[in-house]
């Protein structure tokens, strides 16, 4: 199956975050715009994360260690684990998310 990004409506899952989903069997990419400043709060979830700075910074606590990433970086966010985020500039970041992050459907 075929899936085009440019096809698929942005959502605003939470302020500042506009996302676009694509849900396969076992799994969720998610494809977010983020506004410089936007803020995700800690929270945890069942789903193994990996998470790609496409463009800009963004700052992420994972289990209490807070870390700036910078484009091309990537973090593995293990099941369960509390994270939270800002921006620090305008970003673009990638999601992968195993099993489907149902929250996202």
């Not at 799994?27 to 709060?41: H, Q």
């Amino acid at each position: 199956m075929e899936v085009q990004l440019s096809t698929i409506e942005a959502r605003e899952y939470m302020p500042g975050y506009l996302g676009k989903m694509v849900h396969g069997q076992n799994m969720t990419l998610a494809f977010w715009e983020v506004t410089r400043g936007a803020v995700v709060p800690e929270h945890s979830h069942v789903n193994e994360q990996i998470m790609q700075v496409l463009e800009g910074e963004f700052e992420l606590t994972v289990d209490g260690v807070a870390k700036t990433y910078k484009a091309g970086d990537l973090v593995l966010i293990p099941p369960h684990c509390p994270h939270s985020g800002k921006a620090i500039t305008h970003c673009r970041l990638m999601d992968a998310f195993s099993p489907v992050r149902e929250a996202y459907t």
